[in-house]
C-alpha cells in the first residue's frame, strides 16, 4: 500500500465513530463489545430490521444489504473507522463468495471513500495471498483486499489463523466418538478466540499497520487439537487419518463437478488441515478452556459461541 496515504501513526481507536460491517457473527459481535468498551459510538450494518434487538440501544443499526449497494447509502456518513467482518463461509440463497466477499466488502468501502472514512479495517485469512490460488473462498477476499490496497483509504488487513469457533467441529466430531484429520495430522495452528481477535482489530485500527497476522497463544497440531477435544468430554482419543493425495484428488474433482456452496468448503478445510496456520501470538484465551467450557455449558462441541453466529 502506498505510504503517501497514512501518517506515522493513526489515531486511537478509544471514543471515535465506528461502523461495524458483519457485526451479526461470531467475529462481529465480539467487535461490538470491544468498541463499546472502548468509549466508541458504534454504528452496525444489518441484513433485516429485527436484527437490531441483538444490540444494546446505545448502538446505532443501519439496514442495508450489501449485495445491493444502493440500500448503504448514507452508511459510512458520520464514521471515522470501518470494521469489515463481512464474509460467508456456508453459502445460502445462492449467494457466492465473489458476492459478499468481494462484492459486498467493495460496496461498503465505495461508501466509506464517499464519506471520506480514515480508516478501514479488513479481517480475511492468515496465508490469504498463497492460498488464493488454490481456494475459491480466499480468492474473493484477497480480489477485495487487492481493491483495499488501491483505495485512498488508510487500511488494514488483520489475518487470523483460524477462530475458536472453527475448532469446535473436532470437539462436535469428538463428541459423536471419533475425529477425522487428513494426512498425518501433525501441521500446525495456533487458533485464536474471537474475542483477542477483536482486541487485535482494535489495535490494528490505531496503528500504521497495514498486514496484521495475528494467532492464540498456543500453538497446537491438529492431532493435539483432536486430543484436547477428547480430553474436554472426558473419552478416550479414536482419531482416523485419511490419506492427504486421495482427499486433496477428491476436492479437485468436487471443485469441477459440484456448486460452489458444494466444494468451497471442502476446499477451504483441507487447505488449512493441510498447511501450517501459525501467526504471531496475541490475547490469552486458551482453546483448551474453551473447549471444556463448551462441554461444560451442555454442548457436544459447535460451531459457534456465545456470542453470535458462525462467520
Do not use: W
Not at 458476492?99 to 461498503?108: Q, S, T
Amino acid at each position: 500500500m502506498a505510504s503517501d496515504r497514512r501518517s506515522d501513526s493513526a489515531p486511537p481507536i478509544d471514543g471515535r465513530r465506528v461502523l461495524v460491517a458483519g457485526a451479526t457473527g461470531y467475529l462481529g459481535g465480539y467487535l461490538v463489545q470491544a468498541l463499546l468498551a472502548a468509549g466508541c459510538r458504534v454504528r452496525v450494518l444489518v441484513r433485516r430490521a429485527e436484527q437490531a434487538q441483538s444490540f444494546p440501544d446505545t448502538v446505532d443499526v443501519f439496514v442495508g444489504q450489501v449485495t445491493e449497494p444502493a440500500t448503504l447509502s448514507g452508511v459510512a456518513d458520520d464514521v471515522d473507522v470501518v470494521f469489515s467482518a463481512l464474509g460467508i463461509t456456508r453459502q445460502r440463497d445462492g449467494v457466492k463468495y465473489l458476492d459478499v466477499d468481494y462484492r459486498g466488502n467493495l460496496a461498503l468501502l465505495r461508501a466509506a471513500e464517499k464519506a471520506v472514512v480514515t480508516r478501514f479495517v479488513y479481517v480475511s485469512v492468515l496465508h490469504g495471498r498463497e492460498l488464493r490460488h488454490r481456494v475459491r473462498l480466499v480468492a474473493a477476499k484477497e480480489k477485495f483486499v487487492d481493491a483495499l490496497t488501491a483505495s485512498p483509504i488508510s487500511a488494514v488487513v488483520v489475518r487470523p489463523t483460524g477462530y475458536f469457533s472453527d475448532m469446535g467441529e473436532f470437539l462436535a466430531m469428538a463428541g459423536r466418538g471419533a475425529v477425522s484429520l487428513i494426512g498425518d495430522g501433525q501441521h500446525r495452528i495456533n487458533p485464536i478466540s474471537g474475542r483477542d481477535v477483536a482486541t487485535a482489530c482494535l489495535a490494528a485500527a490505531g496503528s500504521s499497520a497495514t498486514d496484521v497476522p495475528v494467532g492464540g497463544p498456543d500453538v497446537l497440531t491438529y492431532e493435539g487439537i483432536a486430543r484436547a477435544a477428547f480430553a474436554a468430554h472426558g473419552t478416550s482419543p479414536r482419531i482416523r487419518h485419511l490419506p492427504r493425495g486421495p482427499v486433496v484428488a477428491a476436492v479437485r474433482v468436487l471443485a469441477r463437478c459440484t456448486p460452489e456452496h458444494v466444494h468451497g468448503p471442502a476446499q477451504f478445510l483441507t487447505a488449512v488441515l493441510t498447511h501450517d496456520m501459525v501467526a504471531p501470538a496475541a490475547g490469552s484465551d486458551r482453546l483448551a478452556d474453551h473447549f471444556a467450557q463448551q462441554v461444560a455449558d451442555g454442548g457436544r462441541g459447535t460451531t459457534t459461541d456465545r456470542i453470535g453466529t458462525a462467520k
